[in-house]
Structures are given as C-alpha cells and as structure tokens.
T-cell receptor, first 115, second 112 residues
Framework: AQKVTQAQTEISVVEKEDVTLDCVYE???????LFWYKQPPSGELVFLIR??????QNEISGRYSWNFQKSTSSFNFTITASQVVDSAVYFC????????????FGKGTTLSVSS | DAGVTQSPTHLIKTRGQHVTLRCSPI?????VSWYQQVLGQGPQFIFQ???????GRGNFPDRFSARQFPNYSSELNVNALLLGDSALYLC???????????FGPGTRLLVL
C-alpha cells in the first residue's frame, strides 16, 4: 500500500540556519510522482515542487533544494538560510499513476523559524 | 490569473444537518479534487472529478457526495453531519488529472 511518512512533527530553528525536512514514501508502482506543499497559517496549500519517479536529479530553486533518492525511498527538502517567512507546515505527498491522481499526504512537519 | 476559489470560507453547522461546499477551478482546468484536512493531520482524498465524471473516491462514507458542472466548477455535499466532520475542506484543480494539483484556500467547517 502507498504511504508517506514525515517523521519530524515539529522543527524549530533560528533565522539563517539550514534545515532539512525528511520524507519517506512507500509504493508498489514504478511510475509515481512526489510533491512538496507549504501550508501557511492561512490554510491554503502552496505547491513547491513535483518530481516523477524517472527523474532522480536533485533540484535547487533559490534557497530551496530537494534530494530524491529511490534507493532509500526518500524525497527530502532543504531550506538554506531559513527566514521567518518560511514558518509553515510542510507536506510531502505521493501520487501513483495507476491509482488515479489522488494525492497521499504525510502528516506534515511544522517548521518554526525565529528571529 | 485567478486561482482556485472556494465558498464559503467558514461554516458552522449542527449535527444532522446538511452542507454544500463550492469550488471553482483555475480557468482552463478540467479536473477538480476534494480533500478533508482534520486539525493536525495531512489532507485526505475524498473525490476527484474530470469532465463531469467521477474519477476516484477515497475512503469516505456515502454521506459524502460531489458533482462537477459543465463549467468545471464543483460541489461537495455532506449529509447527516457528525462532529467528526469538522475540518478544513480543500479543493484542488488540475488541467488533466495527472498534472499538478493547485489548491484553494479551503472551507473551514465546524459541526456543533
């Protein structure tokens, strides 16, 4: 069965620290998609990134970077030089091709960045 | 460009009542999905519609139903409300279902 695990419930850092949010997934499909979403206090889920199972290249976007490793079924997210505006709940999600496109979310990691 | 819109933003109901939540997708998007997010948890998939047909359904009771209209907007209906239905209901749209889903601001439902 498909599953997404975000073992870190809460993380607190001070501004300018680097922080990594962990995501481990389980799926039997060979074709699948992984996502990260950010949920600020307003509640709206903001799309950050999507990767498919055939593309293991790491990606960097400004202060954000993602490390996808199929060998360990992980898709970790790193924020470099964190800022107070990064404070939010971050969700990792999985979508399997054969199961339609329902997103399966982890329980989320609450990131608090203090000044 | 307008994003996904949902109405109402907040709603208070009592047990046993019925509720209808509405969603308008991003212009050009033909697929709408509904998710329920209970406090402290990740969103749970309820339904997906594409071209007015149900494409997927999550593990929710028959009290939950939905439909999609010719203009691709969607309604989520919940009958016989229970206290446990209190949650943030999120709508997401995508062009075909396989593409990235973009979420609306959600409707916060409180059942008393």
């Amino acid at each position: 069965a498909q599953k997404v695990t975000q073992a870190q419930t809460e993380i607190s850092v001070v501004e300018k620290e680097d922080v990594t949010l962990d995501c481990v997934y389980e799926t039997r499909d060979t074709t699948y998609y992984l996502f990260w979403y950010k949920q600020p206090p307003s509640g709206e889920l903001v799309f950050l990134i999507r990767r498919n199972s055939f593309d293991e290249q790491n990606e960097i976007s400004g202060r954000y970077s993602w490390n996808f490793q199929k060998s360990t079924s992980s898709f970790n997210f790193t924020i470099t030089a964190s800022q107070v505006v990064d404070s939010a709940v971050y969700f990792c999600a999985l979508s399997e091709n054969q199961a339609g496109t329902a997103l399966i979310f982890g329980k989320g990691t609450t990131l608090s960045v203090s000044s | 460009d307008a994003g996904v819109t949902q109405s109402p933003t907040h709603l208070i109901k009592t047990r046993g009542q019925h509720v209808t939540l509405r969603c308008s997708p991003i212009s050009g998007h033909k697929s709408v999905s509904w998710y329920q997010q209970v406090l402290g948890q990740g969103p749970q998939f309820i339904f997906q519609y594409y071209e007015k047909e149900e494409r997927g359904r999550g593990n929710f009771p028959d009290r939950f139903s939905a439909r999609q209209f010719p203009n691709y907007s969607s309604e989520l209906n919940v009958n016989a409300l229970l206290l446990g239905d209190s949650a943030l209901y999120l709508c997401a749209s995508s062009f075909p279902p396989q593409e990235t889903q973009y979420f609306g601001p959600g409707t916060r439902l409180l059942v008393l």
